[in-house]
């Protein structure tokens, strides 16, 4: 199986602050890796799809980047609704694989 | 828009079989661009794929569950069905059920249904 790594597992910042969150793979995965966005009692919001394409209705502040083992989340300019916590996942095989979170906390 | 809407008991006894149901509506389980997968998350941990099915039956289903885990589609009735089979306390989640189209992420989500394995 590949194993996804994010880090950090927790982050407190700012509304307005620029975030970034890493996810890797444990073997190169291409650019078919996913993030999404949950919030407490929610299901899981895909934000982001193969590394670096915005699903559609979600805002420009996100963005993703990176091919093979390693990949990044951004969020540009944090607002309220952002807090929550966060998941990649690959799409490169059988099973998929998430990463096991990353807790967006209000500083 | 989409809707994706878990269904079964809440409540499965250990070492029993846990079934839920995902009905589409407005939109075709049929379709050819997509899968439909379900993903459990215990409380207050991470996801987890369960496995994904084809509207022609064709399943993947993760290695560390197959042994226990059937997936089913019904066109008919645009739905798809997940079994468990000799449950333990480790199987109490919230089990969603989702669309997945090709490799690119599951695109929507039913609302999830806690599923708690207890006596």
């Known amino acids: 199986d590949i194993q996804m790594t994010q880090s950090p597992s927790s982050v407190s910042a700012s509304v307005g602050d620029r975030v970034t969150i890493t996810c890797r793979a444990s073997q190169g995965i291409s650019n078919w890796l996913a993030w999404y966005q949950q919030k407490p009692g929610k299901a899981p919001k895909l934000l982001i799809y193969?590394?670096?394409s915005l699903q559609t209705g979600v805002p420009s502040r996100f963005s993703g980047s990176g091919s093979g083992t390693d990949f990044t989340l951004t969020i540009s300019s944090l607002q309220p609704e952002d807090f929550a916590t966060y998941y990649c996942q690959q799409a490169n095989s059988f099973p998929y694989t998430f990463g096991q979170g990353t807790k967006l906390e209000i500083k | 828009q989409l809707q994706l809407q878990e269904s079964g008991p809440g409540l499965v006894k250990p070492s029993e079989t846990l079934s839920l149901t995902c009905t589409v509506s407005?939109?075709?389980?049929?379709?050819?661009?997509?899968?439909w997968g379900w993903i459990r998350q215990p409380p207050g941990k991470g996801l987890e794929w369960i496995g994904n099915i084809y509207y022609s039956g064709s399943s993947y289903y993760n290695p560390s569950l197959k042994s226990r885990v059937t997936i089913s589609v019904d066109t008919s009735k645009n739905q798809f069905s997940l079994k468990l089979s000799s449950v333990s306390a480790a199987d109490t989640a919230v089990y969603y059920c989702?669309?997945?189209?090709?490799?690119?992420?599951?695109?929507?989500w039913g609302q999830g249904t806690l599923v708690t394995v207890s006596s």
């Open positions: 407005s939109g075709s389980i049929s379709s050819s661009s997509y899968y």
């Open positions: 193969a590394a670096s």
């Open positions: 989702a669309r997945l189209e090709g490799a690119t992420g599951f695109d929507y």
